[in-house]
C-alpha cells in the first residue's frame, strides 16, 4: 500500500470514529476494506448487528457516506462489501473485486 492510500484510510478511519458510537450502541460497526486507486470510492464492510440490519443501506448513504463526503471532499462514494475469504462483493454488484 502506497503512503498516499495509507494516510487516505487513516483520515477514513478518523471520521468513521466521530460516527462509530452511533453504530457500537445499536450493536455494529464498519471497517474499511479498500479505497479506489484515485481515492474517490470507499468500500466498507459492517459488522456485528448492522451485518443484518435491513437499515444498514440507509446508514451507509444517508449517515456514513454523507459525513466521510462532508470530512473528506474527494471521496464521491462508499459502498458497503461482503468479504469472503480473499475476495469481496459489493452489496448490489454481481462480479466479485
Known amino acids: 500500500m502506497n503512503a498516499q492510500k495509507a494516510e487516505l484510510i487513516r483520515k ?3 471520521a468513521l470514529d466521530a460516527i462509530r458510537p452511533a453504530l457500537l450502541s445499536d450493536g455494529g460497526d464498519c471497517e474499511v ?3 479506489s486507486p484515485d481515492g474517490t470510492e470507499v468500500e466498507l464492510k459492517f459488522l ?3 451485518e443484518s440490519c435491513p437499515s444498514s443501506m440507509m446508514t451507509l448513504k444517508m449517515g456514513i ?3 466521510l463526503r462532508e470530512v ?3 471521496i464521491e462514494s462508499v459502498h458497503a462489501v461482503a468479504v ?8 448490489g454488484d454481481t ?3
Do not use: L, Q, W
Open 95 to 97: 462480479d466479485s473485486v
Open 84 to 91: 469472503t475469504g480473499s475476495e469481496y462483493t459489493i452489496f
Open 33 to 35: 476494506v479498500d479505497v
Open 65 to 67: 457516506e454523507r459525513h
Open 12 to 14: 477514513i478511519e478518523s
Open 72 to 74: 473528506i471532499p474527494t
Open 48 to 50: 456485528g448487528a448492522c
